[in-house]
Structures are given as structure tokens and as C-alpha cells.
């Protein structure tokens, strides 16, 4: 699995970000689509052997004070966790 940075668009209140992640033959033979309901806080698309999560991260939350850089590195690991449930 690879997970990379799509997209991040600067809005009025905060940013949408979107990460790609590239399946393996393997993972994707594993993959449990019935499972991508299940994801909250992402909006996922699934295309060929790829995976789009689309979040929007709220400048007025508490994390508000934590750099863009940073706030991409956790959603790269949360994204990576999530991909990983949906792997059987």
C-alpha cells in the first residue's frame, strides 16, 4: 500500500485534503468493499485499484494550532489504519 497527498485545497475555514492510496494485486484481492461505509469522517471513492479519501479538516477545532504538515502526517496514518481494516 502507498498513500500519498492528492490534492489539499486551502477553503474559508479550513482545507480539504485528499490522499490516494495505490493497492497491491494482493491487498486488493483482500479488499472488503461492504466495509467503506463504515468509514466516518472520510468521504472514500473507490477507482481500479485505488483509493481516494477526501476529508475536511476545520481550522476551529483544537488542532487548529498544529501546522498543515502535521496535520497531513495524521490523516496519512489514520488513512493507513483505515486501509488496513478494510483489508481481510
Not at 35 to 55: A, M, T
Amino acid at each position: 500500500m502507498q498513500v500519498d497527498v492528492d490534492f489539499v485545497n486551502k477553503l474559508n475555514d479550513g482545507w480539504k485534503v485528499r490522499l490516494f492510496v495505490k493497492l497491491s494485486s494482493e491487498e486488493l484481492s483482500m479488499l472488503n468493499m461492504d466495509k467503506l461505509d463504515s468509514i466516518e469522517d472520510y468521504e472514500v471513492n473507490f477507482e481500479g485499484s485505488d483509493l481516494y479519501f477526501d476529508c475536511f479538516v476545520n481550522t476551529e477545532e483544537p488542532w487548529e494550532d498544529e501546522s498543515l504538515e502535521e496535520l497531513i502526517k495524521a490523516i496519512k496514518i489514520e488513512t493507513e489504519y483505515h486501509v488496513q481494516a478494510l483489508l481481510e
